[in-house]
């Protein structure tokens, strides 16, 4: 039964992939207003079908599948979309050399599947990429170890695509002339894909968001206590959302405060940092995979990356906070001697570091101790919270989809005994096939445009409507800095469209300043603080406070100080 003072917020939009009515000509709007349009919902008592806390790639999962399939939808964040884990990943769309090792057939499987369909619903952000794998004297894994697991890697994947090619090691160095070629014993070419984490984990949740799903970024939850008919999630401000079911999918921060019980000891965290650099100093082609020293069965992946490289990465049991976890300099010089070991041509040193970012590692616990992070399994596991919440714990970026869709059918199962009859019932999952962005591809003329060109991988499609508005704007239309892709409207666009709240969404997460401009975003960083806190009707005041926290947070996450004033160190070359 539902209760008389509660209003249903029902998702305003279609099903399907229509244009929804609440669009504009650059998508749908996400700023202040939609924020406080949401917040008088939750005052007047609305009831939502569905309220995901979390708005990493989990939670934007489900918060899509669900909203696709007609339920209406709140995602809530203690802080921005893709703030931790999704936005610190080694940026990989892939079934998982690795795994195979481990005997995990069944989620190098599902990852390879998931990835086939990622090629075609999110084209713009999941870019196909032939890896080499090389084979070193010393190496746990030598090259006739490397052609079976690849066998075994392209039947999984059910030959689709060009699958493996061995090569010996003079092809290896025609191929990648700066590996070392002392003990090179041969390689394997592989496909595997790149990603950008955080504008994946964006374009699920807008896509949740164009089929009626609210999002509430920067309110932590507090606990959750079943109430009569729903669960009540209580904010740390003190407000209250209602929600009919609750999935908590909170990534390394999950535990007992919104579980209870079920949640204690569930996940395992595990850090990993990686490093960016010009690519100059590491000229690669292709994406490289090395073997880590020793006994251990870590691999670690050098990634070229437009006009940088980044490198990564480290596995490391972590306890503590995830937010506040940074790269350390024992860290740094871990890396880079391991790449070292296998391109002593590459300029690794710490001075050539543009920027670096680390990141915490969800991974389910096993029973016993845990002796190696790295042989931890990638999969994910349903937990029933004790006020009868779902939570969503481990798995990876790769296999969110198929994540989501096993915790939304259970949550569909749930609701259909209390369904109102007045409602059309619950579809079934739709994102199998659907992509992310629901516009007409590209066409030629249009790869062919400069401006175009560069919004493309990060917006797909709706690159063009972008590209429409700065089109002749000089303000708009100009690279933020020369040799990155980076156009000036985008920096408006996540304002107005991507729901940025603070400096770092705007130039970590939406537009990835911090993590490749030397001056990690620090030239653009007043202009931003100002548009953000002129959005929501701030004073001046709050522009230094802005400041404040982009110069805190990028600092404690890279170990370098944003070039914001004149004045600002900046400790990279
Ligand atoms: C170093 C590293 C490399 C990786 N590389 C890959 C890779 O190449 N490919 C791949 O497929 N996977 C990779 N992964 C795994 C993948 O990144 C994670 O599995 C995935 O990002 C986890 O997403 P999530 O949504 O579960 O967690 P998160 O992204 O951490 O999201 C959890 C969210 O919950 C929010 N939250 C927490 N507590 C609360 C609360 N009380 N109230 C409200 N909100 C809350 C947080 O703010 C956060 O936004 C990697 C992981 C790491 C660490």
């Not at 995990?104 to 499987?109: E, K, N």
């Not at 032939?130 to 070193?136: D, E, I, N, V």
């Not at 209250?240 to 965290?269: D, N, S, Y």
């Not at 349903?382 to 994540?403: D, N, Q």
């Amino acid at each position: 039964m539902r209760e008389s003072t509660v209003s249903d917020s029902s998702p305003p939009s279609t099903r399907g992939d229509a244009v929804p009515a609440h669009a504009d000509a650059a998508g749908v709007p996400w700023d202040a207003s939609t924020v406080r349009g949401l917040l008088q919902r939750v005052d007047e008592g609305a009831m939502w079908d569905l309220v995901v806390v979390g708005a990493g790639i989990s939670g934007a999962g489900v918060a899509r599948d669900a909203a696709r399939r007609g339920l209406s939808v709140v995602v809530i964040d203690a802080a921005d979309v893709a703030c931790g884990t999704s936005s610190r990943s080694t940026r990989l769309i892939h079934g998982g050399v690795r795994y195979l090792e481990q005997g995990q057939i069944g989620l190098v499987y599902e990852a390879l599947r998931e990835r086939s369909r990622l090629y075609k619903t999110a084209e713009h952000l999941v870019e196909p990429t032939r890896f080499l794998f090389p084979a070193y004297r010393g190496d746990r894994l030598g090259p006739w170890m490397l052609r079976m697991g690849l066998t075994l890697y392209d039947a999984l994947n059910l030959f689709r695509g060009e699958g493996h090619d061995a090569l010996d090691s003079q092809r290896c160095l025609e191929l990648e002339p700066l590996l070392a070629p002392e003990g090179l014993r041969g390689a394997v070419v592989y496909e595997d894909a790149v990603t950008d984490d955080a504008r994946l984990t964006l374009a699920v949740l807008q896509d949740a968001r164009r089929h009626g799903a609210d999002v509430l970024t920067y309110s932590p939850v507090e606990r959750l206590e079943r109430r009569g008919d729903g669960i009540d999630v209580y904010l740390d401000d003190g407000k209250t959302i209602r929600g009919r079911e609750v999935v908590v999918a909170t990534g390394p921060w999950t535990g007992p405060a919104l579980l209870g019980r079920p949640g204690e000891h569930v996940v395992h965290k595990s850090k990993g940092v990686h490093l960016v650099l010009r690519s100059e100093d590491v000229p690669v082609d292709r994406p490289v995979v090395i073997q880590a020293p020793g006994d251990a069965r870590r691999i670690l992946f050098v990634v070229p990356w437009g006009t940088r490289t980044y490198v990564g990465t480290t596995d490391t049991p972590y306890e503590g906070d995830p937010q506040g976890c940074g790269v350390a300099p024992h860290e740094e010089s871990e890396l880079l001697s391991t790449i070292a070991r296998v391109m002593p041509g590459a300029r690794l040193e710490p001075e050539a570091i543009i920027s670096a970012w680390a990141g915490v590692r969800p991974l389910v616990r096993p029973e016993g101790a845990v002796e190696d992070s790295a042989e931890l399994s990638r999969k994910h596991r349903i937990v029933r919270g004790e006020s009868g919440a779902l939570g969503l714990v481990g798995g990876k970026l790769t296999t969110f989809r198929a994540m989501a869709e096993e915790v939304v059918d259970e949550v569909v199962r749930r609701l259909r005994p209390r369904w109102p009859e007045n409602r059309p019932a619950p579809g079934p999952c739709s994102t199998a096939e659907s992509p992310l962005v629901p516009l007409e591809p590209p066409t030629a003329q249009e790869r062919a445009d400069p401006l175009f060109a560069d919004l493309y991988p990060r917006h797909g499609p709706a690159a063009r409507l972008l590209a429409a508005r700065a089109r002749g704007v000089p303000e708009l239309e100009a690279r933020i800095v020369p040799d990155l892709p980076y156009r000036r409207i985008e920096l408006h666009h996540a304002i107005t469209h991507e729901g940025s709240r603070h400096v770092s969404d705007v130039l970590r997460r939406r537009v990835p300043l911090a993590l490749t401009d030397p001056g990690l975003g620090g030239s653009v960083a007043r202009e931003v603080a100002q548009r953000l806190v002129s959005a929501r009707g701030g004073s001046a005041v709050e522009v230094e406070d802005e400041l404040d926290r982009y110069r805190a947070e990028i600092t404690r996450e890279t170990r370098r100080v944003p070039r914001i004033d004149p004045s600002d160190p900046h400790t990279s070359g």
